[in-house]
């Protein structure tokens, strides 16, 4: 009986190797964004190339990961994008948001985001297109230190120093010459944000790029915040304030739609 409850035990072991082994997968393309061969993806994972090839025929054949034409190259397959677009759909939050960030849109004519709050990052779940030729790139699904955007600045303002300082990574990443890295300085931001009620990025995440961001709440774990981000050509410090006030209304009534939502 111990032999067979011995077996059972390295089986389970070796189950929850293999479950956690295809996590790290889909997270490492997904993080990179781009295509990989079987060799970049073993150095960076640290695991043999002959079990992790066995690993990604089993995700290839489940439609989880794809190759390219020559077979050599992986990237996330259909069932991830799948998976990701069931997420958003069943998101109260992402449900509600459209008509609102919609609207923002139209009034400022600008790129427009929904983001979350993921460790140390920002996440953004939704996005509306600026009307100008000259905008910004972004994406759904795109990612970004928490500390480098107006998104993420939002989303901590709403906690105390100590909590910001538990959840970011220091020493801070710069991104661009503006990034704030210091943490007398991020945590003199968040007081100014908390006070007024919104956040701004000056070119830290993109050069050139200025955003406003108000917060949400601090739900999913994280926090919410929504945005609107232009060319620092389009947008002097009028705009600026102009700006910050039309995201100020579009999060209140965001707000007001949760709470009757969490009213029924």
Do not use: F
Not at 58 to 70: F, N
Not at 173 to 195: G, H, I, W, Y
């Amino acid at each position: 009986m111990e032999s067979v409850s011995g077996a059972a035990r390295v089986r389970r072991h070796e189950d929850v190797k293999s479950a956690a082994r295809v996590l790290e997968v889909l997270e490492l393309l997904g993080a990179e964004g781009a295509r990989l061969s079987l060799a970049d993806m073993a150095n960076t994972l640290s695991v043999p190339k002959s079990s992790l090839h066995a690993v990604l025929r089993t995700m290839e054949s489940r439609r989880w990961v794809e190759t390219d034409p020559s077979g050599t190259l992986y990237s996330l397959g259909l069932k991830a994008l799948l998976t990701g677009t069931a997420y958003l759909e069943s998101d109260d939050l992402a449900g509600i948001a459209g008509p609102v960030l919609d609207l923002l849109a139209e009034e400022t004519g600008e790129a427009v985001h929904l983001g979350r709050l993921d460790h140390t990052d920002v996440v953004y779940l939704a996005k509306r297109e600026s009307r100008h030729a000259l905008r910004m790139y972004s994406a759904v699904g795109h990612r970004l230190p928490a500390h480098a955007t107006a998104l993420g600045k939002a989303i901590l303002s709403q906690y105390d120093a100590a909590e910001v300082q538990r959840r970011l990574n220091w020493p801070l990443e710069a991104l661009t010459p503006s990034t704030v890295t210091d943490p007398d300085e991020l945590l003199a931001q968040l007081a100014d944000a908390r006070k007024r009620g919104w956040a701004a990025d000056e070119g830290e995440s993109s050069v050139d790029i200025r955003c406003v961001a108000v917060p949400l709440g601090t739900g999913h774990g994280g926090g919410d915040a929504i945005s609107c981000s232009a060319p620092r050509s389009r947008m002097d410090d009028v705009r600026l304030s102009e700006i910050a006030a039309h995201v100020t209304e579009a999060a209140h009534s965001l707000r007001t739609l949760l709470k009757r939502l969490g009213e029924h």
